[in-house]
């Protein structure tokens, strides 16, 4: 009876994450297809709505074309746990979990997005793909809760305050993220313009996500972007986990 429990709960957390995995893929597709150099308060409401997603009452207390966030979560079974506020129930269970199961081919990973309208227009635009794993980072005693994955800026006013992507239209890079918050991410930052290639930073695989052996590789996860990357950087490998 106990081994068609686990088999029970292995089938459920497998296929939820299949099915997670190609609603993402939808929403990538629906991002390929839109003119983020033109796009205004319609088209990202439609695609952020269609896709599961909605306006929040940050920092607007209502949302309008003329200032609205709209975000997206896509997540698996163990992540929706702790975004639902249940995780207490769990205690020390929870890392655990984010660390054993993927040695049974069960991962955890979200897809999340935020886009920012002003005056009509698509503002800014942050977009993540992240595997969720617990890791022991340098010489601590505990491990952390630390994000692998790709994400992807997009901006529409390159004379912001705070000059997003290196003051470049395209850059790619590794980000390790903060001694106290750690990750490990390929980061695409690209101007919302006809000239950048921002179909080409939304070429994302995620099948790897599901993969029952090992984690997504960089090269895997953003072929484009890590191409791109690699190019500038006279070839870095494939992105894996601990290069």
């Known amino acids: ?50 896709n599961g ?24 079974g163990l992540p929706r746990i702790e975004r639902s506020g249940a995780a207490g129930f769990l205690g020390d269970e929870a890392l655990f979990l984010y660390d054993a199961l993927p040695y049974i081919g069960v991962r955890s990973w ?4 935020i886009f920012e309208v002003r005056n009509g227009k698509l503002q800014r635009s942050q977009t993540a793909a992240w595997e969720i794993r617990a890791e022991r980072q340098d010489s601590r005693e505990y491990k952390d ?25 395209y850059y790619v890079f590794i980000d390790h993220g903060l001694k106290k918050i750690p990750k490990n991410e390929l980061h695409t930052c690209v101007m919302q313009s006809a000239e950048m290639p921002t179909k080409r930073v939304f070429d994302v695989n995620l099948h790897c996500f599901n993969s029952l052996f090992r984690s997504c590789r960089f090269d895997e996860l953003a072929p484009s972007a890590w191409a791109d990357y690699s190019a500038k950087n006279a070839g870095a490998g494939t992105g894996g986990p601990h290069e």
């Open 1 to 50: 009876m106990l081994l068609v429990a686990i088999a029970g709960s292995w089938l459920f957390l497998y296929f939820d994450s299949v099915y997670q995995r190609r609603r993402a893929e939808a929403f990538f597709a629906d991002l390929r297809a839109l003119d983020f150099s033109t796009a205004g308060f319609p088209e990202v409401r439609d695609i952020i709505v269609r």
């Open 53 to 76: 997603g909605r306006a929040t009452e940050r920092p607007w207390p209502t949302c309008t074309p003329e200032g609205c966030v709209f975000e997206l979560w896509i997540v698996t």
């Open 110 to 113: 979200v897809v999340t997005a």
């Open 145 to 169: 809760m630390v994000p692998y994955g790709y994400e992807v800026e997009t901006w529409r006013d390159s004379a912001d305050s705070f000059p997003p992507c290196h003051n470049e239209g």
